[in-house]
């Protein structure tokens, strides 16, 4: 059984940071593309953003505008969201996912193809 954590969520004001890290129990971490998707209240969920399984593809939602960076570390099975420049339409459970496929060149944005998915994080943003 696959185990992913997040870690980092919180309560900021507009304009703040947080980071967000998801640990990986799987052997095979390595091999998969991972991606940050959000779910607010009454929403479905969305894709936020997403990496290859070697770190140098990266993929983001259009309303990241260049605000989050996502990145990886498979010497320690972890993958990270740097979320600067905050909005209170960020508020939302961020989660975790791995890809079903192994060596997935570019992460896919669909969470139909993502069978790994973390409890999420809640990130609380105030204005």
């Known amino acids: 059984q696959v185990q992913l954590v997040e870690s980092g969520g919180g309560l900021v004001q507009a304009g703040g940071s947080l980071r967000l890290s998801c640990a990986a129990s799987?052997?095979?971490?390595?091999?998969?593309?991972m991606a940050w998707f959000r779910q607010a209240p009454g929403k479905e969920r969305e894709f936020v953003a997403g990496?290859?399984?070697?770190?140098?593809?990266?993929s983001n939602a259009d309303f990241v505008q260049g605000r989050f960076a996502i990145s990886r570390d498979n010497a320690k099975n972890m993958v990270y969201l740097q979320m600067d420049s905050l909005k209170p339409e960020d508020t939302a459970v961020y989660y975790c996912?791995?890809?079903?496929?192994?060596?997935?060149?570019?992460?896919?944005?669909?969470?139909?193809?993502?069978?790994?998915w973390g409890q999420g994080t809640q990130v609380i943003v105030s204005s």
């Open positions: 996912a791995g890809d079903r496929r192994a060596f997935r060149m570019v992460p896919s944005t669909t969470p139909q193809e993502y069978d790994w």
């Open positions: 799987e052997r095979t971490f390595s091999t998969r593309a």
């Open positions: 990496i290859n399984s070697a770190g140098g593809r990266t």
